[in-house]
T-cell receptor
Framework: GENVEQHPSTLSVQEGDSAVIKCTYSDSASNYFPWYKQELGKRPQLIIDIRSNVGEKKDQRIAVTLNKTAKHFSLHITETQPEDSAVYFCAASKENQGAQKLVFGQGTRLTINP | EAGVAQSPRYKIIEKRQSVAFWCNPISGHATLYWYQQILGQGPKLLIQFQNNGVVDDSQLPKDRFSAERLKGVDSTLKIQPAKLEDSAVYLC?????????????FGSGTRLTVV
């Protein structure tokens, strides 16, 4: 089955700097790659996603890149702010019997230092 | 639109006791998932329903866990008997349609502590 590896497990950056989180996946049939942000004690929330027919997607300060050949994708946050502090999860998905099944990475705890 | 509803929010039980969690997905969402999130880890899929049928329960510990989704709407997840290692947040999620490429919406989860 699919296996998703996420690095680093913790990341600390100065406010205003950029943060990059990387994930690799094992199943070349995976075709959908969302990123979730989870604040302490709250539910994971979708922040950005990318499909396998696209190499890059941006949404304001957040961008995701996908390299299908290497089977890795990354989350980029620019001009970081204190409210970006949270745990971020990547996931990979493919269709399974007519429905999708997300497999999550282990998470990255991002801390933005003021 | 209303989100994914889960109850209870918190539950503390002793080992060997039983417990049940309830989930009401977003209206019209055909696919419902139960995930287990152990502290410091990513969510792990326990079971996936498409309408009221099971699509994937390969990682569900069937000797103690069971789940059902009667009428293709609400779902319950049960643990009987509970073990200490079942302490985790149990997240329910739903997605709107068949196929891949659609993000989940998660509920707030039930935090289970087994003592």
């Amino acid at each position: 089955g699919e296996n998703v590896e996420q690095h680093p497990s913790t990341l600390s950056v100065q406010e205003g700097d950029s943060a990059v989180i990387k994930c690799t996946y094992s199943d070349s049939a995976s075709n959908y790659f969302p990123w979730y942000k989870q604040e302490l004690g709250k539910r994971p929330q979708l922040i950005i996603d990318i499909r396998s027919n696209v190499g890059e997607k941006k949404d304001q300060r957040i961008a995701v890149t996908l390299n299908k050949t290497a089977k890795h994708f990354s989350l980029h946050i620019t001009e970081t702010q204190p409210e970006d502090s949270a745990v971020y999860f990547c996931a990979a998905s493919k269709e399974n019997q007519g429905a999708q099944k997300l497999v999550f990475g282990q998470g990255t705890r991002l801390t933005i230092n003021p | 639109e209303a989100g994914v509803a889960q109850s209870p929010r918190y539950k503390i039980i002793e080992k060997r006791q039983s417990v049940a969690f309830w989930c009401n997905p977003i209206s019209g969402h055909a696919t419902l998932y139960w995930y287990q999130q152990i502290l410091g880890q990513g969510p792990k899929l326990l079971i996936q329903f498409q309408n009221n049928g099971v699509v994937d329960d390969s990682q569900l510990p069937k000797d103690r866990f069971s789940a059902e989704r009667l009428k293709g709407v609400d779902s319950t997840l049960k643990i009987q008997p509970a073990k200490l290692e079942d302490s985790a947040v149990y997240l329910c999620a739903s997605s709107p349609r068949r196929g891949s490429g659609y993000g989940y919406t998660f509920g707030s989860g039930t935090r289970l502590t087994v003592v």
